[in-house]
């Protein structure tokens, strides 16, 4: 888990490690770039925090695809909508998306992911998968959910 308030997440750490962005104030840029630079494995599944939805079949799906494929990264996509937050990054990035960031003003993941070898995985445009990518971030957004206002 990266987070940068460890201190809150205490009760976990026996579960899962907890590590902080090594640089700081990015955004999600800083914790995949924290996350790919601490693991001792070839790629990394990074998923938002805000996401309640998570089905295991797709993000099994994704996998396997990933192993099939050459590429850096492969990002969900439903049409035209992409999800860089549910996506897999090789470690091998960690080097390239430090100087990103240690280089450019836009953090964006969208930016980054112009920068390397991106393959899309592409879904069906269902409510099932959008739900996948649903985010609820206040309390309002997730009264909305449950009277289907989403």
Aim: hydrophobic share 35%; with cysteine.
């Amino acid at each position: 888990m990266v987070n940068n308030s460890p201190q809150d997440y205490k009760l976990y750490e026996k579960d899962a490690v907890i590590i902080t962005d090594f640089i700081k104030n990015k955004g999600p840029l800083g914790g995949i770039h924290a996350g790919l630079s601490q693991t001792s494995r070839e790629a990394v599944f990074f998923v938002a925090c805000d996401m309640p939805f998570l089905h295991n079949d797709i993000i099994c799906s994704q996998i396997r695809c990933f192993n099939q494929s050459d590429c850096d990264c492969l990002v969900p996509r439903l049409g035209h909508f992409i999800e860089p937050l549910h996506a897999i990054y090789k470690k091998g990035l960690s080097e390239e998306l430090g100087h990103f960031l240690k280089t450019n003003h836009d953090y964006s993941v969208r930016r980054f992911l112009k920068t390397i070898n991106v393959q899309f995985f592409d879904l069906n445009d269902s409510f099932f998968n959008r739900m996948e990518f649903t985010n609820i971030n206040t309390p309002e957004e997730k009264t909305a959910l449950y009277e289907n206002k989403i």
